[in-house]
C-alpha cells in the first residue's frame, strides 16, 4: 500500500513507527487515547503542517480562530522528559517535552509543559503550565 502523498514513512513523533500506523491514525480521525498520544500528534501535525488536525485538538476555551503553519518554524524532533497521568481512565494530564526546530536555517528548542483534559472521551491540548 503506497503511502499518503507528502507523509513520511516514519513518524515524525520519534516513536520510530512508521507514519500511518502512528500518528496518522491519529490525523486521519481516530482519538489518541492518551494525553502522551496527542501531544505526539500534535507535535507531527506541526512537523507536517496540519492546522486542521491542531485546530480539532485544541479545548475549545484556549483554541485560536485559525492556525497558520506557513512561514514558520521546521519542527524536527520531539523529545518527551516527562508526562503525569493522561492516560485513558484519566480526565487531566501533562506532558513535559522538547521540540527541536530550525528557524531562518538556524536551531531552535521549544521547551514545554502542556496541559491535557478529556472531555467526551477526547483529549484536547488545552495550554502551557
Not at 65 to 84: C, I, S
Request: hydrophobic share 30%; with cysteine.
Amino acid at each position: 500500500m503506497a503511502r499518503p502523498q507528502n507523509k513520511p514513512a516514519t513518524c515524525p513523533c520519534g516513536s520510530g513507527q512508521g507514519y500511518a500506523d502512528c500518528c496518522g491514525r491519529w490525523h486521519r480521525g481516530a482519538d489518541a487515547p492518551t494525553a502522551e498520544q496527542l501531544m505526539r500528534s500534535r507535535f507531527s501535525a506541526f512537523a507536517l503542517g496540519e492546522p486542521a488536525y491542531l485546530l480539532r485538538t485544541w479545548h475549545p476555551t484556549t483554541r485560536p480562530r485559525e492556525l497558520d503553519l506557513t512561514g514558520g518554524p521546521r519542527y524536527t524532533r520531539l523529545e518527551v522528559l516527562a508526562a503525569e497521568r493522561g492516560s485513558m481512565f484519566d480526565t487531566e494530564g501533562t506532558v513535559l517535552f522538547r521540540a527541536h526546530y530550525r528557524d531562518g536555517g538556524r536551531p531552535g528548542v521549544l521547551e514545554e509543559h502542556s496541559r491535557f483534559l478529556r472531555e467526551g472521551g477526547r483529549w484536547y491540548y488545552v495550554a502551557p503550565i
